[in-house]
């Protein structure tokens, strides 16, 4: 039986990129040493924080 984990993740999204898109990923891992899934999540924690700023910038 597998081991029950703390924070389970099931769902699974795919998506197409390009060749160069899928080389400059793949050169992200090779450097991080980070999985694609944890580089997407910090990618999506960054994304988050920009569009945070700018809406604040607009509601000054």
């Known amino acids: 039986m597998g081991r029950m984990r703390e924070n389970p ?3 699974v999204i795919s998506m197409r990129i390009s060749d160069e ?3 400059h990923l793949e050169n ?3 450097r991080t040493h980070k999985s694609v899934s944890d580089i997407m999540r910090e990618a999506m924690e960054v994304f988050t924080i920009q569009l945070e700023r700018q809406e604040f910038r607009k509601a000054a």
């Open 9 to 11: 993740r099931y769902n």
């Open 21 to 23: 898109e899928r080389e």
């Open 28 to 30: 992200l891992v090779q």
